[in-house]
């Protein structure tokens, strides 16, 4: 079956543009998460989804960003007034019962954002 | 804070060669611990994990052990392949927080024939 999807793949925006970048998680998945990625870093939460629910969002570093899944399957990470310390690859991940500790996350190719 | 940190890379090996990248972790409570691959051009992959002490993960000749005494959970494999040069990563997840993951900063791994 297909794993995680994310789009566009590669995003080139100019500062103060506006951004939104999809995920498509695996069918059935009940939780969703995404992460930033700086270059040579390990990921960062960002936020975390149960089913259409935004249970935390903890780890969004400004009000310029946002995350909804509306439908409780594909999510948008959108980010206003872009700015360039945003550029970074951004993961989403999906997993298949209600987050847990031990549960398995299935991670996307990523979207590598970059602000000019 | 809750945090994780791997020894720094990039890791070259000759083919055959014994592995063994290092991670130390901090946490409150009692982690799951995880070790993530990444291949060239591909997303995230779960290669092994161990949710309790003196677990230990394998998978791919990989192998890890949750040592809770040393707060360790060091990745070993015995006979690198080029097809394991990769970056890899140390996670852990806290109970009660959601399944969310902390990683380490990663270790590039790269296997010359």
């Known amino acids: 079956g297909a794993g995680v999807s994310q789009s566009p793949r590669y995003k080139v925006a100019k500062r103060g543009q506006d951004v939104a970048l999809r995920c498509d998680p695996i069918s059935g998945h009940v939780s969703l998460f995404w992460y930033q990625q700086a270059l040579g870093q390990g990921p960062e939460f960002l936020t975390y989804?149960?089913?259409?629910?935004?249970?935390?969002k903890s780890g969004l570093p400004s009000d310029r960003f946002f995350a909804e899944r509306p439908e409780g399957s594909v999510s948008t990470l959108k980010i206003q007034r872009t700015q360039q310390e945003d550029s970074a690859v951004y993961l989403c991940a999906s997993s298949l019962r209600l987050a847990g500790e031990q549960e398995t996350q299935y991670f996307g190719p990523g979207t590598r954002l970059l602000v000019l | 804070g809750d945090s994780v940190t791997q020894m720094e890379g990039p890791v070259t090996l000759s083919e055959e060669a014994f592995l063994t990248i290092n991670c130390t972790y901090t946490a409150t409570g009692y982690p799951s611990l995880f070790w993530y691959v990444q291949y060239p051009g591909e997303g995230l992959q779960l290669l092994l994990k161990?949710?309790?002490?003196?677990d230990k993960g394998s998978n791919k000749g990989f192998e890890a052990t949750y040592r809770k005494e040393t707060t360790s959970f060091h990745l070993e494999k015995g006979s690198v392949q080029v097809s394991d040069s990769a970056v890899y990563f140390c996670?852990?997840?806290?109970?009660?927080?959601?399944?969310?993951?902390?990683f380490g900063q990663g270790t590039e791994l790269s296997v010359k024939p």
């Open positions: 989804f149960q089913n259409e629910a935004q249970l935390d």
């Open positions: 161990a949710t309790k002490a003196d």
């Open positions: 996670a852990l997840t806290l109970y009660n927080q959601g399944g969310k993951l902390i």
